[in-house]
């Protein structure tokens, strides 16, 4: 009975990438999120082999078409660059393996898969995924309070951010598609969300707050549901109240970051204003990819601007400015194509009529957005994320029955 439970909603190409995706954001399990890598790149060429003209199809679409633009603009960055193997070394693995290939391994293993597979998957990998990362930062909050280390009182927390926000809309789209009379379903979807609320506030990240904010209410809107946003209301103001109220309140790192209205530097003459600064010295090139390349270039004309916050490199904070400074103007504009054609798709699946395709095609569309275009604002966030963004709407276009 249980092996037939399995069949039904499981498959091998199915367990494959919501195995890897569920473990793309939790630390020291390297070696199993490789084995789940290797595993699919196997499978992958096993297809391709056994059956060419029929999987080379699963990549023969407008959004592929856009990476391989948006990947030839990351070679031209490299061969630009003052140090090319510095700057190859550094895009090899987040950008080619992590983007490049997961996308074209994911679009072919669920190509010729059943539709309800896909997007049980796909729910079930985003729930995982942000329980078992969740879970993980409550027990080293457990550890911190046994050293005394009390929450919301260091950045010690904030790497988690990026993973929270990746999966965040999650916990809408199960909201929305569980059995509402179910107590079981409702505890356990209210007991996650209140636990990745207090992790969320954690991080002591505001643009991961924003990001989170902002997938909310988006999600909110298109699903019209002014219930939940008066619910969101009132929560929000309970926590803030709390907060504010609290004894140590004038000592709390996580009001002062709540009642911060400047941009930690971030514009003028901070890392945003300085990158925008670099960046108009040679708009139409760009000087190369990688971290290295940036601080190099960076502490290297900081003498010339006296007026700039940082007297070292500490990054652009803005992906959009990373990729500007890394590959010039076609880099800049093949990353805002690639962000634009998403969307785009994305879009006709969110007015799907079918309850499960339009919850999850939401979902994917605010992380999407949340992660690029709201956090991306803020922070370099990495763009490894991109290979299981266009693998999973690929094939969610390529499975589409309607």
Not at 90 to 108: G, H, M, Y
Request: one cysteine or more; charged letters at 15%; hydrophobic letters at 50%.
């Amino acid at each position: 009975m249980t092996i037939e439970l399995i069949k039904r909603n499981v498959s091998w190409n199915t367990f494959l990438v919501g195995g890897y995706v569920s473990l793309v954001y939790l630390t020291d399990v390297t070696r199993y999120k490789n084995l789940f890598l290797i595993l699919m790149a196997i499978t992958s060429i096993f297809y391709l082999c056994k059956y060419p003209k029929i999987y080379v199809n699963a990549v023969k679409n407008k959004l592929f078409f856009a990476l391989c633009i948006f990947s030839l603009t990351v070679i031209y960055s490299i061969l630009i660059s003052k140090n090319p193997v510095i700057s190859f070394n550094e895009v090899k693995t987040p950008f080619f393996r992590d983007v490049f290939i997961v996308a074209i391994l994911i679009s072919i293993l669920l190509f010729k898969e059943d539709s309800l597979k896909i997007k049980k998957m796909l729910l079930c990998c985003f729930l995982i995924g942000l329980s078992l990362i969740t879970l993980k930062e409550i027990y080293l909050y457990y550890i911190d309070y046994r050293k005394n280390i009390m929450p919301f009182s260091n950045t010690n927390h904030r790497s988690v951010s990026d993973g929270i926000v990746f999966f965040f809309p999650i916990l809408l789209s199960v909201w929305y598609l569980i059995n509402k009379k179910s107590y079981f379903s409702l505890l356990g979807v209210i007991s996650l969300s209140t636990l990745v609320l207090f992790v969320l506030l954690g991080t002591l990240s505001r643009g991961a707050w924003l990001a989170v904010f902002f997938m909310h209410m988006f999600i909110l809107l298109i699903n019209r549901d002014r219930k939940l946003f008066i619910i969101t209301l009132i929560v929000g103001i309970t926590v803030f109240s709390i907060i504010k109220f609290h004894k140590n309140n004038n000592e709390s790192m996580l009001l002062t970051k709540m009642e911060q209205l400047d941009s930690s530097h971030r514009y003028k003459n901070g890392t945003q204003g300085s990158a925008l600064t670099l960046i108009f010295e040679n708009p139409i090139l760009g000087y190369g990819s990688g971290n290295e390349i940036y601080n190099s270039v960076y502490n290297d004309k900081v003498i010339h601007h006296e007026e700039w916050t940082f007297k070292s490199s500490l990054g652009p904070h803005n992906i959009y400015l990373t990729v500007w400074f890394s590959s010039g103007i076609i880099g800049i504009l093949s990353f805002l194509y690639l962000i634009y054609i998403y969307i785009i798709k994305s879009k006709t699946l969110v007015l799907s009529e079918k309850k499960y395709t339009r919850q999850i095609s939401i979902m994917l569309m605010a992380s999407f957005i949340g992660y690029f275009i709201i956090r991306g604002n803020f922070e370099s966030v990495h763009l490894n994320m991109l290979g299981i963004y266009f693998g999973f709407l690929i094939s969610l276009i390529n499975n589409n029955d309607e």
